[in-house]
């Protein structure tokens, strides 16, 4: 089974910006896949914000849209997520996930197997 590591996660000031990404031991599980980003956060369960398959087809929860973007390097194995204008609600843990097979829309947890461990992000006022 793939493994699927987070890093990038750190602290910032609201309005700031990040990169987390993951690292996987194998990419593209299958001819067709889909790799996510969720978060957990105070607030909210494990909420998906981000998915992108393997045709760069991208989709965004509206808690993120026109903020944060998601992309891949297949030849490095690497999922990336570049998040803007931070606010402190986006403050919480980001894991990756993997599938084979479409992305859902929403991007739901239990629709994928494969989960990285998770890297902290926390955004000050």
């Known amino acids: 089974q793939a493994q699927l590591v987070e890093s990038g996660g750190g602290s910032v000031q609201a309005g700031g910006s990040l990169r987390v990404q993951c690292v996987a031991s194998?990419?593209?599980?299958?001819?067709?896949?889909?790799m996510a980003w969720f978060r957990q956060t105070r607030e909210k369960e494990r909420e998906g914000i981000a998915s992108?398959?393997?045709?760069?087809?991208?989709y965004y929860a509206d808690s993120v849209q026109g903020r944060f973007t998601i992309s891949q390097d297949i030849a490095k194995k690497t999922l990336y997520l570049q998040m803007n204008d931070l606010k402190p609600e986006d403050t919480g843990t980001y894991y990756c996930?993997?599938?084979?097979?479409?992305?859902?829309?929403?991007?739901?947890?239990?629709?994928?197997?494969?989960w990285g461990q998770g890297t902290q992000v926390t955004v000050s006022p």
């Open positions: 194998e990419y593209a599980l299958s001819n067709y896949y889909c």
């Open positions: 996930a993997a599938r084979s097979g479409q992305c859902p829309r929403p991007i739901i947890n239990d629709y994928f197997r494969t």
């Open positions: 992108i398959n393997e045709y760069d087809i991208t």
